[in-house]
């Protein structure tokens, strides 16, 4: 088995803005990507189409493949709750400072912990596995690719950001042997 971790493509956000779930548009640059991916999926029979609900994963994964698509929501970045959609640097919230100093297990203030996200993504991640597929397609988000990769490369979550970022709009394979 084959399981392709498909970034959304770039996003219309200015940068320093927090946006996990919060639903934002896609850059101009977005017919130019989608052509990109596309190509790198042309020959390839998928099996299984999976996507996060959040519309940057979403558009990009109907757009390929239209109705075959499947949304999960244990697909979808992480829930930074209250920070959504605000400056990173302008957030003044008393919790802030301690999930700064360890994110991987203190919740954003009515969102989640870097372990919340790892325990939704390992939920799916392990029934995904074991599905009866060769190939798998799953549209997400960095913040789960970097979990997903975490979990595979027996990483532990506070040094998963050692390892490289995935680029927008990046094909990542994963060979899962049954």
Same mark, same amino acid.
């Given at each position: 088995?084959?399981?392709?971790? $498909?970034?959304? *493509?770039? @996003?219309n !956000?200015?940068k +320093?803005?927090?946006y +996990?779930q919060?639903? @934002?548009?896609?850059?101009e ?7 990109? !991916? %596309?190509?790198?999926?042309?020959? =390839?029979? &998928?099996?299984? =189409?999976?996507?996060? #609900?959040l519309s940057?994963?979403? %558009?990009?994964?109907?757009?390929? &493949?239209?109705?075959?698509? $499947? ?5 979808m /970045? ?11 640097d302008?957030? %003044?919230? #008393? ?5 700064? /100093?360890? &994110?991987?297990?203190?919740?954003c203030?009515?969102? /989640?912990? &870097? @372990?919340m996200l ?5 939920e799916?991640w392990?029934? =995904? %596995?074991l ?6 397609? !799953?549209?997400?988000? +960095?913040g789960v690719i970097? *979990?997903?990769?975490? =979990? ?13 970022a995935v ?7 994963? #060979?899962?042997?049954?």
């Amino acid at each position: 088995m084959e399981i392709y971790l $498909i970034r959304h *493509t770039k @996003v219309n !956000v200015e940068k +320093g803005i927090c946006y +996990g779930q919060k639903d @934002v548009d896609l850059a101009e640059s977005y017919e130019d990507e989608l052509e990109a !991916v %596309k190509e790198q999926l042309k020959d =390839i029979e &998928f099996d299984l =189409i999976v996507s996060s #609900p959040l519309s940057r994963a979403k %558009k990009l994964a109907n757009d390929i &493949f239209g109705e075959q698509v $499947i949304e999960d929501i244990r697909l979808m /970045e992480l829930n930074f709750g209250d920070w959504e959609g605000k400056v990173w640097d302008e957030i %003044k919230d #008393p919790l802030f400072p301690a999930w700064m /100093e360890d &994110f991987v297990n203190r919740k954003c203030s009515n969102g /989640e912990s &870097f @372990v919340m996200l790892r325990d939704r993504v390992l939920e799916f991640w392990n029934e =995904i %596995k074991l599905k009866d597929c060769k190939k798998i397609a !799953v549209f997400t988000h +960095g913040g789960v690719i970097r *979990t997903i990769n975490a =979990i595979v490369k027996d990483i532990k979550l506070e040094d998963s950001f050692n390892e490289p970022a995935v680029d927008f709009g990046e094909v990542t394979i994963i #060979p899962i042997s049954k």
